[in-house]
């Protein structure tokens, strides 16, 4: 009778153990990828080159088109852009004065101009926002910067709208990280990355997604304002990293880490006010056919309590669709939290300077690795309910077909009400075993 009742105890701590596991880390075509660092060699051939020198607009005469900050134009932008099918119309938000006139716009790329039709104009007064639906007037498929003209003046985004033939399966997206241009750790990080730029465009992706730190900020130490002997301003740092993105000639969506807005006294100027200034709202929200992908930019005390319940917002409206989430680093668990509330296929981030992939409740996360390691993924989305990295599979159709986390959330419960009531059967058993 002892020995049984010692069995009995044993299965049922094997149980309760193997019911918590399940909770904490379930696994895709029963796979379990475990977060291990990887070490990657760091490019030591660096180029003694100082970033003022790519500031010479007669050597990159593109550059004072790249480095504007938002000015009328709101989205689509360089780090928003908007990816279209032959006759697609294209949202656009414009800041101006409700008495402003004579709108035009185009999409300019080399060789070509196409104009854009406006179809409807609407003024909001509460933003103080005029919305537009334009059409191309010609179906032209390319990367295309926006062009506006109107009674107050002009705007120009570059690389912010993409016309495609027809979006289809399966589309490719590009996954990088952690640029922290101008230098890093005494590696000059700028020309390491451009020295990458045609390693990356090689890759043939539909487009890129940046997971944040895309200035290194106050520690650029390196790179100097030769008068205060303090790093480059942030705006300067900003201007800099999105010339060497465009390059790239890719719509990429850019989302901010610490790096891009703590504050420092080291710099002379606000990199979130800086942040804003180029880059809008600190959440994106964008669908590539069933595909929803949400971003948030914030510093490293998280978002804002109105910014989370933004990014909430968007994800209840898109809870029956697969969602890919895209974030630096999971700062005060909002990411965590987010996972917990939502179903969320695909989870991109960066910050941990390493490349990583695992599988937790049925969601895969990617970590990459910094650009100044000469690193970057690219994700395949093969259909509405799987995707491909590394030539590994997910399937997330019972993610989409089955609440994981309510049904997850019942089964622990149930299983420790029978481990409860079995234990207790137990303690019983073996009293009255003691006593026999």
Not at 168 to 175: G, M, T
Not at 329 to 356: C, F, P, Q, T
Not at 374 to 390: G, Y
Request: proline residues 4%; hydrophobic residues 40%; negative net charge.
């Amino acid at each position: 009778m002892k020995d049984k009742s010692r069995l009995c105890f044993l299965l049922t701590i094997i149980i309760v153990f193997s019911s918590f596991f399940v909770s904490q880390s379930q696994t895709i075509d029963g796979l379990i990828f475990l977060d291990i660092p990887t070490n990657n060699p760091v490019q030591t051939s660096i180029n003694a080159t100082s970033p003022t020198e790519y500031f010479n607009e007669t050597s990159f005469p593109r550059y004072h088109l790249v480095a504007r900050p938002l000015s009328i134009i709101q989205s689509p932008h360089k780090g928003f852009p908007a990816i279209i099918e032959y006759d697609q119309n294209i949202s656009i938000t414009a800041l101006a004065n409700s008495d402003t006139t004579n709108w035009e716009f185009s999409l300019v790329s080399t060789g070509t101009n196409i104009s854009l039709n406006i179809l409807e104009s609407t003024y909001d007064e509460i933003d103080a926002f005029w919305n537009f639906e334009v059409k191309p007037s010609e179906n032209i498929a390319g990367l295309y910067d926006l062009q506006l003209n109107c009674s107050v003046g002009e705007d120009y985004q570059t690389n912010s709208v993409k016309i495609l033939a027809e979006k289809s399966y399966p589309f490719k997206i590009l996954h990088i990280s952690d640029s922290h241009i101008p230098s890093y750790a005494g590696m000059n990080t700028t020309d390491i990355v451009l020295n990458y730029i045609d390693s990356i465009k090689s890759l043939d992706v539909d487009f890129a997604i940046f997971t944040g730190d895309l200035i290194e900020g106050a520690p650029a130490l390196e790179y100097v304002n030769p008068i205060t002997r303090k790093p480059l301003a942030a705006e300067v740092q900003v201007k800099l990293s999105l010339w060497v993105f465009d390059l790239l000639d890719l719509p990429i969506y850019i989302i901010g880490g610490n790096h891009d807005l703590d504050a420092s006294t080291l710099l002379p100027d606000n990199p979130t006010a800086v942040w804003m200034n180029y880059f809008g709202e600190n959440y994106m929200h964008y669908n590539f056919l069933d595909w929803s992908f949400i971003g948030f930019t914030c510093t490293s005390e998280g978002l804002s309590t109105s910014d989370f319940a933004s990014v909430n917002e968007i994800l209840s409206v898109e809870e029956d669709k697969p969602n890919l989430l895209f974030y630096h680093s999971n700062y005060k668990n909002h990411a965590s939290n987010l996972r917990a509330s939502y179903k969320i296929e695909v989870m991109l981030y960066g910050h941990d300077h390493h490349e990583a992939k695992y599988v937790s409740a049925s969601t895969l996360y990617h970590c990459e690795a910094p650009m100044f390691n000469n690193e970057s993924s690219v994700i395949t989305i093969l259909n509405r309910t799987s995707v491909s990295l590394d030539d590994v599979v997910y399937d997330f159709t019972s993610l989409l077909e089955i609440p994981t986390e309510k049904t997850s959330f019942s089964i622990l419960i149930f299983t420790g009400l029978v481990n409860f009531f079995v234990v207790v059967f137990i303690i019983r058993r073996r009293k009255i075993s003691q006593l026999d």
